[in-house]
């Protein structure tokens, strides 16, 4: 089955460090570039951050950017959202997310999705 | 960062109905346009991309139009399964999202 599995969310205190995981399965996880997205609570979406196929280029949200890394490992199938200096307003639903083309750059569109995984910031 | 507007809010419809969704961004964003469908508890689907291209597995139904600053979703008769929350994304700069348009059953 293509499918997409979050984990690693749960309650962490203001200042704090969190490692989200997402493993894939069912597809070629290495030819597609990979994405987070995140939903705070009863809000919309936010666009996170991306990772091409091999690792090499990674792009991030201003609201993230110097306290968030992606990285993906492709032997594992898994890519990672490691999050650091956690606020309140980081506070959401975190969804991995596959890009819809499978040339390895990102389009930016995401045509599979996972079911998310919530972090709590929160003392 | 490039905003789009979506409207109305709400849209309150019967099954059968035609609904018609707005998007609209604060600059152009050509056709790279994207809607997604999203249910309480669900991860978003997407229906449409490039403005008008249908998803792999999405019905003939959903429909998407547009360019520049001006896009619309037209749901061409609802089924009961397609009440629900429906977001515009834009890829032209940053990725970002509308707020949102729920379709309810009336």
């Known amino acids: 089955e293509v499918q997409l599995v979050e984990s690693g969310g749960g309650l962490v205190q203001p200042g704090g460090s969190l490692r989200l995981s997402c493993a894939a399965s069912g597809f070629t996880f290495s030819s597609y570039a990979m994405h987070w997205v995140r939903q705070a609570p009863g809000k919309g979406l936010e666009y996170v951050s991306a990772?091409?196929?091999?690792?090499?280029?990674?792009y991030y949200a201003n609201s993230v950017k110097g306290r968030f890394t992606i990285s993906r490992d492709n032997s594992k199938n898994t890519v990672y959202l490691q999050m650091g200096s956690l606020r309140t307003e980081d506070m959401a639903v975190y969804y991995c997310a596959r890009d819809a083309d499978s040339s390895g750059y990102p389009y930016w569109y995401f045509d599979l999705w996972g079911r998310g995984t919530l972090v709590t910031v929160s003392s | 960062e490039i905003v789009l507007t979506q409207s109305p809010a709400t849209l309150s419809l019967s099954p059968g109905e035609r609904a018609t969704l707005s998007c609209r961004a604060s600059q152009s964003v050509s056709s790279y346009l994207a809607w997604y469908q999203q249910k309480p508890g669900q991860a978003p689907r997407l229906l449409i991309f490039?403005?008008?291209n249908r998803a792999t597995g999405i019905p003939a139904r959903f429909s998407g139009s547009g360019s520049g600053t001006d896009f619309t979703l037209t749901i061409s008769s609802l089924e009961p399964e397609d009440f629900a929350l429906y977001y515009c994304?834009?890829?032209?700069?940053?990725?970002?999202f509308g707020q949102g348009t729920k379709v309810e059953i009336k």
């Open positions: 490039d403005a008008s």
């Open positions: 990772i091409t196929t091999n690792g090499g280029s990674t």
């Open positions: 994304q834009q890829r032209n700069n940053w990725p970002t």
